[in-house]
C-alpha cells in the first residue's frame, strides 16, 4: 500500500526549530511537485510550501525566510525546515503530492510561547 511516510513534528517553544520529513515511494516522488500544507484548529488547511521536481520552491508569506523546503531525490523525501517557530505555527501539517491529490496521515506542530 502506498504511504506518505511524515516524522518530525513535535512540541517546541516559539523560537525554536523544527524539520519535518515526508518519504514515499519512488513512483510517488519522481518527477512529481511535493507540498506541505497545514491546518490548524478551526481554519482552512493552507499550502505552506512546494517544491517541483526541478528544485524551484515557492512559500506562503507567512513562513518566507523562516521556512525551508528541500528534496532528496535519491530517498524519494521531502523536508521541511522551520525555524524562528511561532505560536500561530501550530497546526497539523500534511505532506501532499501534487500529480496524484495524495496526502499523508499529517504531524502535529504545536509551538508554545
Known amino acids: 500500500q502506498v504511504q506518505l511516510v511524515e516524522s518530525g513534528g513535535g512540541l517546541v517553544q516559539a523560537g525554536g526549530s523544527l524539520r519535518l520529513s515526508c518519504a514515499t515511494a519512488s513512483f510517488m516522488f519522481s518527477f512529481k511537485t511535493m507540498d506541505w500544507y497545514r491546518q490548524a484548529p478551526g481554519k482552512q488547511r493552507e499550502l505552506v510550501a512546494a517544491?517541483?521536481?526541478?528544485?524551484?520552491?515557492n512559500y506562503t508569506d507567512s513562513v518566507k525566510g523562516r521556512f525551508t523546503i528541500s528534496r532528496d531525490n535519491a530517498k524519494n523525501t521531502v523536508y521541511l525546515q522551520m525555524n524562528s517557530l511561532k505560536p500561530e505555527d501550530t497546526a497539523i501539517y500534511y505532506c501532499h503530492v501534487r500529480e496524484y491529490d495524495f496526502w499523508g496521515q499529517g504531524t502535529q506542530v504545536t509551538v508554545s510561547s
Open positions: 517544491i517541483s521536481s526541478s528544485g524551484s520552491t
